[in-house]
């Protein structure tokens, strides 16, 4: 019964580079997605206080984002929703004053809302917290390593070096939790151990902050959000959104990666690789698995609250989408110092045509451009670079293949045989938009791949609420 009067979920997504939607509608034997979108905030900003170590996000270029994305959706639809299920972008932080975070105003026909007191974004890819400086800090109870970029980390920071910035907040959470905090109007935000666990000085384990530690130091312990189970309500909208009806229940928000995992995961014997900005390789834990109390810093792999108790074993690259965006960049940047002007989208189009044409190449890109989380100080590096292998065509195929196996290193396809895997489902846009990615994918799995959409993480955060209903 997909048909006018079957109740609609919506599912959003506050990615790093985009935000998407997808609504979704019940079918008798389950449900279709019946209309999505997908808009660049293009929120980059520079920090004040970190300089180039920095990486902020503008939160009105994110809500703008969301607001063209649920405008380009059906009204009809909208309007017959029941649930919102919202996922995004973990690790990050930003603050905002809990009795002015948002103002409500009239957006052509229905309400929406602006951003007020509102910090950036300090997000996952945020490098400001050397290795000295959280070697530096109280040790977490907690079974996963700090690392720069996850909250706790970057209020500590502030802390030590900006004091006064942390004076003007007195409310703190991810991006999607600041989202869900503005359409149920929590004054205190709360958060999904999916997040909180991404924040560094949580215990999954008992599903709590770990308050003495952080007290002893000092830590402004009035900024940690509320915490509940994903899959819970967080609440109500108070207004009628983008024709949304007032009154629709709101899901806690979620991690992305658990999102995306949750679109396509139908096996046990199914690996989720999921290449957006960052990328993932991800395996489901057994039911009643509980990860080591301490974590290894020097793992590639960890573990993350799936739902219901469950685990996810994952190799989380900060290393994906993001080396071929910034090699898009200097390609633009290159040219335009030359002075010719090109679309970023037209170098994408014509940097993948050109690797298609070029099947093979000797020439090796170790891709970390960024660092990874057990080794940030190991950076990339080109080696066996021939003069006969320069051209475009060449460089993308070698790049597109470092970034799948710097991935794959960290979570090796003997462990995946080892573990039963026998099929990769591949998620993500990086991946949807990138055929050279894909055939990249596919020479180094043993293993029949699967895709997804370009919208996963919207797809399942919407999923999660349908199965609640
Ligand atoms: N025109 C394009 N063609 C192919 N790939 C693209 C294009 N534009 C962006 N990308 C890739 O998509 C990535 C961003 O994917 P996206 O799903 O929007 O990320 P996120 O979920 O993190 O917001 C970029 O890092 C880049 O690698
Ligand atoms: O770092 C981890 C998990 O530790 C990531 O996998 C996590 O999903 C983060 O949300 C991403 O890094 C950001 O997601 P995306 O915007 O690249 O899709």
Same mark, same amino acid.
């Given at each position: ?128 917290? !050397?290795?000295?400086? @959280?070697?530096? &800090? +109280? ?5 996963? %390593?700090? =690392?720069?970029?996850?909250? /706790? $980390? ?62 002893? !130091?000092?830590?402004? @312990?009035?900024? &940690? +959000? ?5 899959? %819970?309500? =967080?609440?109500?909208?108070? /207004? $009628? ?229």
């Amino acid at each position: 019964m997909a048909g006018s009067e079957a109740s609609c979920v919506l599912g959003i997504d506050l990615g790093t580079t985009s935000v998407k939607a997808a609504l979704l509608v019940g079918t008798g034997r389950g449900h279709v997605v019946a209309a999505s979108c997908s808009r660049e905030t293009q929120a980059h900003a520079s920090s004040l206080e970190a300089g180039p170590e920095g990486m902020e996000q503008n939160v009105r270029r994110i809500i703008t984002a969301l607001n063209e994305c649920l405008a380009a959706l059906p009204q009809q639809q909208l309007q017959r929703v029941s649930h919102v299920g919202i996922s995004g972008q973990m690790h990050g932080i930003v603050f905002w004053k809990s009795d002015q975070g948002c103002r409500w105003t009239e957006c052509g026909t229905s309400p929406t809302f602006e951003p007020e007191e509102v910090s950036h974004l300090v997000t996952w890819q945020d490098s400001r917290c !050397s290795p000295a400086f @959280l070697a530096s &800090l +109280p040790p977490p109870q907690s079974h996963i %390593s700090l =690392a720069t970029g996850f909250g /706790c $980390a970057t209020v500590y920071w502030y802390l030590k070096n900006s004091p006064d910035f942390l004076k003007c907040y007195d409310a703190a959470g991810t991006i999607h939790d600041y989202v869900v905090a503005m359409l149920c109007d929590l004054k205190k935000p709360l958060m999904s151990i999916q997040n909180a666990t991404s924040w560094g000085y949580f215990n999954a384990k008992t599903k709590s902050w770990n308050t003495d530690v952080l007290k002893k !130091s000092g830590f402004p @312990l009035h900024l &940690l +959000p509320e915490v509940g189970d994903p899959g %819970s309500i =967080a609440g109500r909208t108070i /207004c $009628a959104w983008h024709g949304i009806p007032k009154g629709t229940e709101v899901g806690i928000a979620l991690g992305d990666f658990q999102c995306s995992v949750y679109s396509c995961l139908t096996e046990r014997t199914d690996a989720v690789l999921n290449i957006s900005t960052s990328a993932q390789l991800t395996i489901s834990m057994p039911p009643g698995f509980q990860p080591p109390e301490t974590p290894d810093p020097s793992s590639a792999v960890t573990y993350f609250p799936y739902f219901n108790g469950d685990y996810l074993a994952v190799a989380a690259s900060l290393n994906g989408g993001n080396v071929l965006a910034t090699f898009v960049d200097m390609v633009s940047r290159w040219m335009e110092e030359l002075g010719l002007q090109v679309q970023e989208s037209a170098i994408y189009a014509k940097i993948i045509k050109a690797a298609l044409a070029q099947d093979d190449s000797k020439l090796s890109i170790h891709p970390t451009i960024f660092g990874e989380r057990h080794v940030p100080e190991q950076l990339a590096s080109v080696t066996s670079i021939a003069a006969s292998e320069l051209s475009l065509g060449h460089v993308t195929r070698a790049l597109c293949r470092g970034i799948v196996e710097n991935l794959c290193s960290m979570l090796p396809v003997q462990r995946l045989m080892e573990t039963g895997v026998s099929r990769i489902l591949g998620s993500g846009s990086a991946l949807a938009r990138n055929e050279v990615l894909r055939q990249e994918v596919e020479r180094i799995f043993p293993f029949p791949v699967v895709y997804g959409k370009d919208v996963d993480a919207a797809v399942g955060a919407a999923m999660v609420m349908f199965h609640r209903k």
